[in-house]
């Protein structure tokens, strides 16, 4: 049986990413989004206008998409309350957001050299891919599609399949960002500060209660 809701949150499940990013002076930023797909060798993501990583694409046309395994969850969400930009956007200075010029430090991560781009890596996440911007797409009043171009992937060596170009799907397991919540291996795998700041009716799942005691 159904029932009409006016869903107030639509992220039924997607892939939570670190972008790195290059700020206007030289110094790195580095922000969790979970509004990524993938079409070939080309991915769009989804970002407000208003931050610091959208600042910093339409200037200097590159980032790195880390992917981030269920393990980083922590530090996605120490990243969570956390903007690069200064002052702090309106909308996000609601919502508790606050400046932070070293993301990297605050987070415990440790940008890696790129090789075809700027903008670090995150040295903690098993795959890492260098892009170009090729477009930006209006959407809606306040967000972008950033349309990006793959020039360099960089993946943990055990999670290629043997003689081959390719991921093993089974060894990887990506942190999955599902109603705000994060999840890996389709357990909720700790709570989530961008819950509260939507305001999300629920805390901690009882399968991350379990793991965490």
Known sequence: MHVDVDLKVLYFGTPVVLISTVNED???NVAPMSSAWWLG???MLGLGNSSQTMRNLVRERECVLNLVPPELAGAVDLLAPLTGASPV???KAAKGYRF???KFGAA???PQASESVAAPRVLECPIQLE???EKVHPFGRNASGVEVRVVRAHVEERLVIPGTAYVDPVGWDPLIMKFCEFFGGAVNVGPSALASAWEMPHGVMPSAAAASG
Request: net charge negative; charged share 20%; aromatic share 0%.
């Open 26 to 28: 030289g110094s790195a």
């Open 41 to 43: 060798q080309a991915c």
């Open 89 to 91: 956007p309106e909308r």
């Open 100 to 102: 932070e010029a070293d």
């Open 108 to 110: 415990g991560l440790t």
């Open 131 to 133: 892009c170009l911007v």
